[in-house]
Each structure stands twice: as C-alpha cells, then as structure tokens.
C-alpha cells in the first residue's frame, strides 16, 4: 500500500493549554488521506482550518497536498493564541507554512476570503457541556460544545457557507450525540450534499466525518425556500408583500401567452425548464394564495 507524508506525532508541539492530537484528530486525517486523490485534482487555492489546536490536521493538508510548492494557501484559525504558537512550531518542524490568525472562528477574515475557500477542514468542540463551558479560557474551549455538543458548529456552518467557493468542500468531525443528520439537514438548505466519509467507533465516543459539498439539486431547492414562504407565496419582504406576488403572477401569465403564440416550448431558468403551463399554474397559485387559499 501506498503512503504518503502527514504530520508525525513526534514533530507536533505540545502545550499544557492546547489540545494534543486525539483520536477525532487521527479521524479527520484519515479522512483527507482517503480523499487524497480527489483533493489533488481538486487543486484547491485557499485551504482553511478552524481550530487547529496543536496544528496536527493543517500540517498533515498541506503535507498531503505537496506541502508549499502545491500551490495551494493554507490559513488556520483558533481562538487560543497558545494554539497559535504551537502550530507555528508544528508546521516549522515539518517545513511546510500556513497563515496563522488568533481569532473567532473567522471573525476579521470573512471580508478577504469570502467565496474563496475551496477546502475548509473543522474538528470542532463536540463534546455536549453546560453551555457556560462553551469558549472559556484554557483548554476546556477545545472540546466544550455546549447544548448537544452544537453551540461551535452552529456557529461554523454558516460562516463556512459564506466562505467557501462554488466548488468548495468542508470536512467536519462530530459526534453521534451532535445529531450528524441534522447538520446535514442544516447544510442541505445551504444548498449542500453531504456523506460521511469516515466512521469510527473508539470507547467513548462514536466521531464521523463528514464531507460537504455545494450541489446544485440542494442550491435549488435551497432557492426556492428562500423565494417562497411556506404557503408558496412569493416572498420577498413582509413590507407590501403582496406586490411581488401579483406583478411576478401578472409577467408568469404575459409569458406563458407569449411562448404558446410564438411557439417557444420551455423556459430554461435558474437550473429548471418551465413550460407554458407551468407559469399558468404558478400564477393560479399566486392568485389563490392572494385569495384566501393559504395556511394563515
Ligand atoms: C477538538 S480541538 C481540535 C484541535 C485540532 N484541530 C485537532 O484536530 O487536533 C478544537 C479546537 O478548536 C478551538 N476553538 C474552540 N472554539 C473556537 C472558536 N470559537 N474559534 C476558533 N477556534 C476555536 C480550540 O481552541 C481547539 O484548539
């Protein structure tokens, strides 16, 4: 069997604060190293890790990836600035660099990178606590996830939908008790696709990591829900709302009549084909909704 370079334990720093490599750690890079293959035709620009703790999974990217001639920019993040000097120490000693930032999250790079994070990799704090654990000083922030382990990763999946780029992927760890499906769900109305790519069961806790992707079946989908309100009416502020659903029910019919008389079949728009009688019916439902045939 083939291998190839990642991190080695005994190159990687330690800190009495900062959280040493661990079995979730080892989980995500197995993941990227059973990826490796499509994340080098992937050829990402920006990589970017969200909590890199002692620097172990960022190291073992850029390694994996060809280390700094690939191509590719690394950045890591943590809000721990002892976690920050570690992974100084981590990379040097592997002879591979990244752009280290002490901060939330990615507060202060969101402006720079927005839309431009082809890889993003987060083994967050999981671990369910009391919610008053979750970013306290030292090295309790490292694994404490507040209610159901959720209170960080909520806090990511938003921000890695704003930061990641069309083709971007993001691999995160969690814990079955952090209900995977639901962040999936969560992710889905982002527009994403998601599948674990690794499973592992160890004594105390069952960890998967998961891939996510943009898809553009989900991206529409996604569209949709933010177009329409959940009775199906054109939703664009509550302010006057109406006004958007008559004028877009009113153009539906004009266009519907133009296609049957110019003999124009399908409307391709935004990823779907619409024909004449498709808009009729989206403009009956308009009215109807307008009418008093809706949910309120
Ligand atoms: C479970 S540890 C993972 C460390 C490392 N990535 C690894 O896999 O070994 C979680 C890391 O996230 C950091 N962290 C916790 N909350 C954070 C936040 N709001 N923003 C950035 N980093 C955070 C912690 O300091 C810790 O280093």
Known sequence: MMSYRIAQIRLVNSHPEVYDPCDDSFALVDALLADRTNLLEH?????????????????SLALLLGGDVCGSYFIATDINPHALDVTSDTLK??????????????????????????????????????????????????WAGGENGRSVIDKILPIADRLLSDKGWLYMVTLTAND???????????????????????????????????????????????????????????WNALQYSVASAFMAVLYSDYMFWSGTPTLYCNGDQYEPMDLRNFAISQANYVLGSNPM
């Open 180 to 238: 995977p499906s639901d962040i999936c769900l969560q992710m889905k109305k982002k527009g994403y696709a998601a599948c674990i790519v690794l499973q592992r069961s160890t004594e105390e806790e069952s960890l998967h990591v998961i891939k996510f992707w943009q898809d553009p079946n989900s991206k529409l989908e996604a569209n949709k829900a933010k177009v329409l309100n959940h009775g199906g009416l054109i939703w664009v502020t509550e």
């Open 93 to 142: 000693a592997h002879g591979v660099h990244a752009e280290l930032v002490n901060t939330d999250v990615a507060a202060g790079l969101e402006g720079r990178l927005m839309g431009l994070v082809d890889v993003m990799v987060v083994n967050p704090p999981y671990v369910p606590t009391p919610e008053e654990e979750v970013g306290c000083d030292g090295i309790a922030s490292a």
């Open 43 to 59: 050829r990402p620009i920006f990589c970017l890790e969200i909590g890199c703790g002692s620097g172990y999974v960022i190291t």
